[in-house]
């Protein structure tokens, strides 16, 4: 499935480096998410965009900047990070269906390594 | 806030085996229930959901799910495991968030599924 495609796939970076992880979505969705999967903790929540707007900021550092320019593209900046942000970034979108009757659709990741 | 338990970390059976996932959640109002699959290196992919309707719910690849409200559960079964069927398998809980109308996904921590050829 290519429906949300992310890059990189993969990403080393050190302390002091700035980088962008990009999300696409090609499911005409009107929302679109930023989880961090770590291993054997639950999927962390850490923004929701809904038509560009932000709606969701779940107590992220600010290290961590979102940016949605459109529906259909999501950005996630990283500047100075640490090495516990190390983890698998995911994306997702969802057509923002009320009602909790949404489903979100996920891209395959970005595994990032914080030296 | 609702909290997603998943009761098993690791799960190791043997091909043609039958599996099942305990899934429990917290939130006492109307849920949306959702089972990703999570195939070594590949992308979360939905294996079924619930809305509303037959508690029995179907999926791809021969999986179903039964929600039983009254126990707050969810859980995943499949008569018969195939090798590759091996993944990670996570519950999710759709529920509106503590004083809001706002829905919020909510994931378990997963289960790893093992199968032995």
């Known amino acids: 499935e290519t429906g949300v495609t992310q890059t990189p796939r993969h990403l080393v970076m050190g302390m002091t480096n700035k980088k962008s992880l990009k999300c696409e979505q090609h499911?005409?969705?009107?929302?679109m998410y930023w989880y961090k999967q770590s291993a054997k903790k639950p999927l962390e929540l850490m923004f929701v965009?809904?038509?560009?707007?932000?709606?969701e900021n779940n107590s992220v550092p600010s290290r961590f900047s979102p940016e949605c320019p459109n529906s259909s593209h999501l950005f996630l900046h990283l500047h100075t990070l640490q090495p516990e942000d190390s983890a698998l970034y995911l994306c997702?979108?969802?057509?923002?269906?009320?009602?909790?009757?949404?489903?979100?659709?996920f891209g395959p990741g970005t595994r990032l390594t914080v030296l | 806030a609702q909290s997603v338990s998943q009761h098993n970390h690791h799960v190791i059976l043997s091909e043609a085996a039958s599996l099942e996932l305990g899934c429990n959640y917290s939130?006492?109002?109307?849920?949306?229930l959702f089972w990703y699959v999570q195939y070594p290196g590949q992308h979360l992919q939905l294996l079924l959901k619930?809305?509303?309707?037959?508690?029995l719910v179907k999926g791809i690849k021969g999986f179903e799910a039964e929600f039983i409200k009254s126990k707050f559960s969810f859980n995943l079964r499949k008569p018969s495991v195939q090798w590759s069927d091996t993944a990670e398998y996570f519950c999710?809980?759709?529920?509106?968030?503590?004083?809001?109308?706002?829905?919020?996904?909510?994931f378990g921590a997963g289960t790893t599924v093992t199968v032995r050829a």
């Open positions: 997702a979108s969802s057509p923002r269906q009320a009602g909790g009757h949404d489903t979100q659709y």
């Open positions: 499911l005409g969705h009107n929302a």
């Open positions: 965009y809904s038509l560009e707007e932000r709606v």
């Open positions: 939130y006492g109002g109307t849920v949306n």
């Open positions: 619930y809305f509303s309707g037959d508690p």
């Open positions: 999710a809980v759709n529920a509106p968030a503590a004083g809001s109308n706002d829905y919020k996904l909510s």
